[in-house]
Nanobody, 127 residues
Framework: EVQLVESGGGLVQAGGSLRLSCAASGFTFDDYAIGWFRQAPGKEREGVSCISSSDGSTYYADSVKGRFTISSDNAKNTVYLQMNSLKPEDTAVYYC????????????????????WGQGTQVTVSS
């Protein structure tokens, strides 16, 4: 059974940083993407970033480009999302998800491609 467990959320002041982790287990897929998504109250879920397992290719939404960095530690089966220069509008529940595709363009941040989801972790940025 595929399991994705997020951690690292919390409360931070604007301009601060957080690092989210997504621990993945229970699968033997060779090529896949791990994506980070977020959903703020009253808003639709938004794709934030993704990374491919095969070659480490990444993609970012324009709203986080230059501030967020996605990375992976294959030995630990863990994907990280380093979030710097946080803004109040980054406040949301952040989810990681797994898709059987490569990450590399805007369509790879569409949640319809992702079959497995974690339970989410809350990120709150105060002004």
């Amino acid at each position: 059974e595929v399991q994705l467990v997020e951690s690292g959320g919390g409360l931070v002041q604007a301009g601060g940083s957080l690092r989210l982790s997504c621990a993945a287990s229970g699968f033997t897929f060779d090529d896949y993407a791990i994506g980070w998504f977020r959903q703020a109250p009253g808003k639709e879920r938004e794709g934030v970033s993704c990374i491919s397992s095969s070659d480490g290719s990444t993609y970012y939404a324009d709203s986080v480009k230059g501030r967020f960095t996605i990375s992976s530690d294959n030995a630990k089966n863990t994907v990280y999302l380093q979030m710097n220069s946080l803004k109040p509008e980054d406040t949301a529940v952040y989810y990681c998800a797994l898709a059987l595709l490569a990450c590399g363009s805007n369509w790879s941040l569409l949640d319809e491609w992702y079959d497995y989801w974690g339970q989410g972790t809350q990120v709150t940025v105060s002004s």
